[in-house]
């Protein structure tokens, strides 16, 4: 019985061991769900996490690059000034400059203020003609900026000059006034280099402070990267949030991946925020060593430097137009009342001269004819080059009571001087003017001989010498032109003034001006000559108690028309003309002349 129960057991032990070893798979499956139901929310929260993070991220970036478009964006202007009295040190300065390396130093307008007590006035002209008017005068020199532009390095410059208001000189493109505060906005007008001038009224202090204000660099470069970067990091996030999460849950290994995809991408983007700093400092270590960038900018300075190397003309169309309105209405002034006194304003000798004695004569004699108006209507013009003094200009003009063109000689004789008329010519009948550059046109000196044969000196006392004795040395020296009846015409003038007066020695002179040269070079390389002659008619008695007598015109400065002692008459006299270039010997032209007289005296 015993050993019957011992065998039924052994079968039941050995079943089990049979069952388990039948199953092995199904056991492991078991064991397997029952650690992955342990781990599941953990993945979960992982897989949550990482798109959390990148959308994180997203959103500083984000912030980043929005704050750089607004708390953190550069002010639109920056302003620079300086306080004159903490400069001057208690020393009067009448007058600031502000040079062009301040006006210039950085891109853009530039907002110029003043302020001070009283009248203000800024006025504007090239550096070169700022400094010349300003001269030894003690003045404010603002040379330019700090770096960063919140100051004016400005200094107190000393001297003995005398002291001048700047308003109204030819000298200058653009004027303008205030009181207490003046607002001036500055763009460069031309190339080369430009100044401003600050005044009061030359005497008082020229400002208490002054200030520069430019545009600033509002440039922000990282601000779109970063708003499109940190968008992107965003709608990473987002979408593996909504679209992640399913497929997570078939493929435990798919949020990993999602994660590490958006790590890329933030490495993608930290890399790309860094390359342009790396380009920019691979080209400035490049530069130096690049032969083809150098040369380039070489040759780009060379271009842009070259316009400035060229002297710049003496007045721009505004100023030249502006000086010729007001010497036309100063002559009209003059002409009307017939009062020299209004004259000297824009008028200088040996214009002056001629007006003045038309005056004095019209005054007595009511029918002599009038010097002929100054027209506005402007033909042509030349404007030189030469920017020393005294400088020089021609218009050429012609109006309704003109019968031919005139040729108008202005010049200005200093810094502080206005251009003033000093001679008119009439074209000659037939006669035009040699090709001129006529808004540069180089200055050749009076005792230089240039491109042309003669020397601008020499050519007039040839001329004078033709005028004085037609049939002497310098006879053939002028071409049988147009121009050459003027020449025919003084001399038939002479010779029947010596055949009308047989009881008088009378002798000519036609003494040349060398100071009142005023010579051009031409387009072909001649010269293009303006000069004066004090032209006399000296007349003396053969025999004693021979009487001669003077006309009309004369007699308004003689007080009296007859004489036992003789008399001589002055005239002023006005030519151009023009010398061929050297070489083969060639004929000088007669261009244009004017005469007129200026004074008689009996002796």
Not at 127 to 147: E, F, R
Not at 216 to 223: F, I, L, Q
Not at 302 to 321: C, H, I, N, R, Y
Not at 435 to 460: F, R, S, Y
Request: hydrophobic residues 40%; neutral net charge.
């Amino acid at each position: 019985m015993q050993s019957v129960d011992f065998l039924l057991a052994r079968r039941n032990v050995c079943q089990k061991q049979t069952d388990n070893s039948k199953y092995p798979r199904q056991r492991i499956q078991l064991r397997h769900r029952t650690m992955t139901m342990r781990n599941g929310p953990v993945q979960r929260r992982l897989s949550l996490a990482a798109p959390l993070l990148v959308i994180v991220i997203g959103l500083l970036v984000l912030a980043l690059g929005i704050a750089q478009r607004t708390i953190w964006q550069p002010p639109a202007d920056i302003t620079a000034e300086v306080d004159v009295s903490s400069v001057s040190a208690g020393q009067n300065a009448p007058l600031a400059v502000i040079e062009s390396k301040a006006l210039n130093q950085r891109p853009g307008p530039v907002k110029v203020n003043v302020q001070g007590s009283g009248s203000l006035q800024v006025v504007q002209g090239r550096s070169d003609d700022v400094d010349a008017w300003v001269g030894q005068t003690p003045h404010l020199k603002v040379a330019s900026a700090s770096d960063n532009f919140s100051s004016l390095n400005a200094s107190f410059v000393g001297g003995a000059g005398a002291t001048a208001n700047p308003a109204g000189s030819d000298l200058w493109t653009n004027e303008q006034r205030g009181s207490g505060s003046l607002d001036y906005e500055w763009n460069a007008p031309g190339s080369g280099d430009w100044s401003l001038l600050v005044a009061s009224d030359g005497k008082a202090s020229a400002a208490q402070k002054i200030s520069l204000t430019v545009p600033n660099d509002t440039s922000t470069p990282w601000a779109v990267p970063l708003i499109v970067f940190g968008s992107v990091l965003i709608l990473l996030g987002l979408l593996y949030l909504i679209f992640g999460r399913g497929k997570g849950k078939k493929d435990g290994g798919s949020g990993r991946r999602a994660a590490s995809a958006a790590a890329v991408v933030l490495l993608a983007a930290l890399a790309l925020s860094q390359a342009p700093a790396q380009r920019a400092e691979a080209d400035d270590s490049a530069t130096p060593s690049a032969p083809g960038s150098s040369e380039s900018s070489s040759a780009s300075a060379s271009a842009s430097a070259e316009p400035d190397s060229l002297a710049a003309s003496v007045v721009t169309d505004g100023q030249f137009t502006r000086i010729l309105d007001s010497v036309v209405k100063t002559v009209a002034n003059g002409d009307a009342a017939k009062d020299a006194n209004l004259l000297p304003s824009r008028i200088a000798d040996p214009a002056l001269q001629l007006r003045t004695g038309n005056y004095k004569i019209r005054s007595v004699v009511a029918d002599y004819q009038a010097n002929e108006p100054i027209a506005d209507k402007l033909l042509t013009r030349i404007v030189s080059t030469n920017r020393a003094w005294p400088r020089s200009l021609v218009a050429v003009t012609q109006g309704p009571a003109n019968v031919v063109p005139q040729l108008l000689t202005l010049v200005q004789a200093t810094p502080r001087d206005n251009y003033k008329l000093t001679a008119t010519a009439r074209l000659l009948p037939g006669q035009s003017l040699p090709e001129v550059n006529t808004n540069g046109a180089a200055i050749v000196a009076a005792d230089k001989k240039g491109t042309g044969q003669k020397t601008p000196a020499e050519a007039l006392a040839a001329l004078g010498d033709r005028l004085t004795n037609p049939d002497g040395a310098a006879k053939d020296s002028f071409a049988a032109s147009q121009g050459f009846k003027y020449l025919d015409e003084v001399a038939k003038f002479q010779a029947d003034t010596v055949a009308g007066s047989p009881q008088a020695t009378i002798v000519f002179k036609h003494d040349p001006q060398p100071k009142s040269i005023v010579a051009f070079e031409t387009a072909d390389g001649g010269t293009l000559v303006f000069g004066t002659f004090t032209f006399t008619q000296d007349g003396t008695p053969k025999g004693e108690g021979d009487k001669l007598s003077v006309g009309d015109n004369a007699a308004a400065f003689t007080s009296g028309k007859d004489t036992l002692k003789g008399y001589v008459l002055t005239f002023d006299e006005q030519a151009v003309f023009y010398i061929p270039k050297a070489g083969p010997s060639a004929p000088m032209t007669m261009l244009a002349a004017e005469r007129g007289l200026t004074t008689a005296a009996f002796k």
